[in-house]
């Protein structure tokens, strides 16, 4: 794709699909545009006058040869304000022959795709080893992708500590080497670090049979003895997150906050040449909540593999836990200039990261005090309405994992179960309505969009385990097929995946040297305009909701990736491999 003022010339895709493909037994859809609609600040929908007719029929051709695969009609028009059309849906469910196709109408054809039941396996692969290429202070030589990286930041081995605390003289050297750089910047942060690794390992315990040891061919030197092992790569990679994080943790159990910089590196900066002093930053109860989870987790996961580890996990786990326990009130360590070169991670409340915390410490020990500590300390969790989880609010990770315990109350679990299940109803009643079936409502049209729809796909996905219903499962999907292509935009929101990927993500490795990594969920439409790229284009274009969108590097709230936004794929492919 050519380059614009905002970035890659953007795709002009009339016949919308997931440009990756479509499971032989699942429901499959394209999305036609046939018409703009009149929208204004408080638009209702109303649809603009249009003499030309609507097409009526749609086909599916073989990509090599041509051949008509499957016919059929469109459906009715349906109005969608959020992408600023009437589309209308072909629905080619009936076609489960594996291949290549296309799906044409009115001489309009879509990207290429593929019908396979192996069809998300290299997405789920790409995404996997992502956080492989990612890592800090190692060394990546990468035959797949073309990587060539010296370790980077290594002189987070002697970070210095930002400020006094009743263990450490402010400028103390801490060692605090590893870890996954966060985002498009080369900060290491404790929160969405805790909430990856949660998904990661919540998607392993549900689909064990998914991952396996050898399916990501990582690149050679990287985890050898955990790979000798046999650890599948999944795990491999999670591991090498969670040693970060226990580097992270005092000797009281808190844990601090984030590492890096006092000031932002340019954005074509190698890591080997940010070689400023690194600091760490920060303490908080949330953060040191989300970190004993992910522990409490990993001490369940690892057990079989790695015993001596699942244990230090465990008691990395007890020793956040009773730092919180000792510690009620919410806390968050702030000092000046801490913020200058890394994003801030801040939020007030903790309750639920706490709540999830105790939750997994019970499901792992099944000892009553975990219970105890939830019914004493947080039990407005129990009944908080069911969200998509984000490190901003893990409450919905700490519902399941208390309703999963075996130790839970009956009663407790039962409304749990009965509150996702309300959530799921409503969630797949809304996508069903939905012109692009998505499940995201105008106002989620924000920063890191692309994960949110993923995020709510997976609780739809969890609320399937409770009581099977295929709409649960078919909605789900549909986020997939969102992220993967079939966007109001045209773009696949996923780098490496699809016809049109994004090809100029926010990343510093990715642009100092000039390899593109595939599997990262960029942060996708986003109305609000929180960059000055793509505020400008805002402004001259006036996209609706979900067409508020740039591939451009400049774009940090629209093309930036985060950990935390590929994290919830891992649940939704893995449930999609076992259709």
């Given at each position: 794709?050519s380059e614009s003022?905002?970035g890659?010339?953007?795709p002009?895709?009339v016949v919308?699909?997931?440009q990756?493909?479509y499971?032989p037994?699942?429901?499959?859809r394209a999305?036609?545009?046939?018409?703009d609609?009149?929208?204004?600040?408080?638009?209702d929908?109303?649809?603009a006058?249009s003499s030309?007719?609507?097409p009526?029929?749609f086909?599916v051709?073989?990509?090599?040869?041509?051949?008509v695969?499957f016919e059929?009609?469109l459906s009715?028009?349906?109005?969608d304000?959020d992408?600023?059309?009437?589309?209308?849906?072909a629905d080619?469910s009936?076609l489960s022959t594996?291949g290549?196709?296309v799906?044409?109408?009115?001489g309009e054809?879509?990207?290429?795709?593929?019908?396979?039941p192996d069809?998300?396996?290299?997405?789920?692969?790409?995404?996997?080893?992502?956080?492989?290429?990612?890592?800090s202070n190692t060394r990546?030589d990468?035959?797949?992708?073309?990587?060539?990286?010296?370790?980077?930041h290594t002189?987070?081995?002697a970070?210095?500590?930002f400020f006094?605390?009743e263990?450490?003289?402010s400028?103390?050297?801490l060692d605090?080497?590893g870890?996954?750089?966060?985002a498009?910047?080369y900060?290491k942060y404790v929160?969405p670090a805790?909430v990856t690794?949660?998904q990661?390992?919540?998607?392993?315990?549900?689909?064990?049979?998914?991952?396996?040891?050898?399916?990501?061919?990582l690149p050679?030197?990287?985890?050898?003895?955990d790979?000798a092992a046999?650890l599948p790569?999944?795990l491999v990679?999670?591991k090498f997150?969670?040693e970060?994080?226990a580097?992270m943790?005092?000797p009281?159990?808190?844990?601090?906050?984030k590492?890096?910089g006092?000031d932002?590196?340019s954005?074509?900066?190698?890591?080997?040449?940010d070689?400023?002093?690194r600091f760490?930053?920060g303490?908080s109860t949330y953060g040191?909540?989300m970190?004993?989870a992910a522990?409490a987790?990993?001490?369940?996961?690892?057990?079989d593999?790695?015993a001596?580890?699942a244990e230090?996990?465990l008691a990395n786990?007890r020793d956040?836990q009773s730092y919180?326990?000792?510690?009620?009130e919410?806390?968050?360590?702030?000092d000046e200039g801490q913020d200058?070169?890394?994003?801030?991670?801040r939020?007030?409340g903790?309750?639920?990261?706490?709540?999830?915390?105790?939750a997994?410490?019970?499901?792992?020990?099944?000892?009553?005090r975990?219970?105890?500590?939830?019914?004493a300390q947080?039990p407005?969790?129990f009944?908080?309405p069911?969200?998509?989880?984000?490190w901003s609010?893990?409450s919905a990770l700490?519902?399941?994992?208390y309703?999963?315990?075996?130790a839970?109350?009956?009663?407790r679990?039962?409304?749990?179960?009965?509150?996702?299940l309300?959530?799921?109803?409503?969630?797949s009643e809304?996508?069903?309505?939905?012109?692009?079936?998505v499940a995201?409502?105008?106002e989620d049209?924000?920063?890191?969009?692309?994960k949110?729809?993923?995020?709510?796909?997976d609780l739809l996905?969890l609320?399937?385990?409770?009581d099977?219903?295929?709409?649960y499962?078919?909605?789900a999907?549909?986020?997939v097929?969102y992220?993967?292509?079939?966007?109001p935009?045209?773009y696949?929101y996923?780098?490496?995946?699809g016809?049109?990927p994004?090809?100029?993500?926010?990343?510093?490795l990715?642009v100092?040297?000039?390899?593109g990594?595939?599997?990262?969920?960029?942060?996708?439409?986003?109305?609000n305009?929180d960059?000055?790229?793509?505020?400008?284009?805002?402004?001259a274009e006036?996209p609706p909701?979900?067409?508020a969108?740039?591939?451009?590097?400049?774009?940090y709230?629209?093309n930036?990736w985060?950990?935390?936004?590929?994290?919830?794929?891992?649940?939704?492919?893995a449930a999609a491999?076992e259709?």
């Amino acid at each position: 794709m050519s380059e614009s003022e905002f970035g890659s010339k953007r795709p002009d895709t009339v016949v919308r699909v997931n440009q990756v493909g479509y499971l032989p037994a699942a429901e499959k859809r394209a999305i036609v545009a046939v018409a703009d609609i009149e929208a204004s600040a408080d638009s209702d929908g109303t649809e603009a006058d249009s003499s030309e007719p609507d097409p009526e029929s749609f086909a599916v051709h073989a990509a090599d040869d041509g051949s008509v695969a499957f016919e059929g009609r469109l459906s009715e028009r349906i109005t969608d304000p959020d992408a600023g059309e009437v589309v209308r849906q072909a629905d080619f469910s009936g076609l489960s022959t594996p291949g290549e196709y296309v799906v044409e109408v009115d001489g309009e054809r879509s990207p290429a795709f593929r019908i396979g039941p192996d069809v998300y396996e290299d997405t789920l692969v790409d995404a996997a080893r992502l956080y492989t290429l990612k890592r800090s202070n190692t060394r990546i030589d990468d035959p797949m992708t073309g990587l060539d990286v010296e370790p980077g930041h290594t002189q987070d081995a002697a970070a210095s500590l930002f400020f006094d605390d009743e263990f450490h003289e402010s400028g103390e050297e801490l060692d605090v080497v590893g870890g996954w750089y966060d985002a498009g910047d080369y900060g290491k942060y404790v929160p969405p670090a805790a909430v990856t690794v949660g998904q990661m390992l919540l998607a392993y315990e549900r689909h064990p049979e998914t991952f396996e040891a050898g399916q990501c061919d990582l690149p050679p030197g990287v985890s050898e003895a955990d790979r000798a092992a046999g650890l599948p790569d999944l795990l491999v990679e999670a591991k090498f997150e969670l040693e970060w994080l226990a580097r992270m943790q005092r000797p009281d159990g808190a844990v601090y906050h984030k590492v890096a910089g006092e000031d932002w590196p340019s954005i074509d900066t190698l890591p080997v040449e940010d070689t400023r002093e690194r600091f760490v930053f920060g303490l908080s109860t949330y953060g040191t909540a989300m970190y004993a989870a992910a522990m409490a987790m990993a001490a369940r996961v690892y057990a079989d593999f790695d015993a001596a580890f699942a244990e230090r996990a465990l008691a990395n786990a007890r020793d956040a836990q009773s730092y919180l326990e000792s510690n009620p009130e919410p806390s968050f360590r702030f000092d000046e200039g801490q913020d200058g070169g890394s994003g801030p991670y801040r939020k007030d409340g903790d309750a639920g990261e706490r709540f999830w915390a105790a939750a997994e410490l019970l499901k792992t020990t099944g000892e009553e005090r975990y219970a105890d500590y939830l019914e004493a300390q947080v039990p407005e969790v129990f009944d908080r309405p069911v969200s998509p989880p984000v490190w901003s609010d893990a409450s919905a990770l700490g519902q399941w994992a208390y309703r999963s315990a075996g130790a839970a109350d009956p009663d407790r679990a039962a409304a749990i179960d009965d509150a996702f299940l309300a959530y799921a109803d409503d969630l797949s009643e809304a996508v069903a309505a939905d012109g692009h079936r998505v499940a995201l409502e105008t106002e989620d049209y924000h920063w890191a969009s692309s994960k949110l729809a993923v995020a709510k796909a997976d609780l739809l996905l969890l609320a399937n385990e409770i009581d099977p219903d295929e709409r649960y499962v078919e909605a789900a999907l549909d986020q997939v097929h969102y992220v993967l292509g079939r966007t109001p935009t045209g773009y696949s929101y996923v780098t490496g995946q699809g016809t049109y990927p994004p090809v100029n993500p926010h990343d510093r490795l990715v642009v100092s040297t000039g390899v593109g990594i595939p599997g990262m969920i960029v942060s996708g439409a986003n109305r609000n305009g929180d960059d000055a790229t793509l505020a400008a284009f805002i402004e001259a274009e006036s996209p609706p909701p979900a067409k508020a969108y740039v591939d451009a590097t400049a774009s940090y709230s629209a093309n930036e990736w985060a950990i935390d936004y590929t994290a919830p794929l891992f649940l939704a492919l893995a449930a999609a491999s076992e259709r």
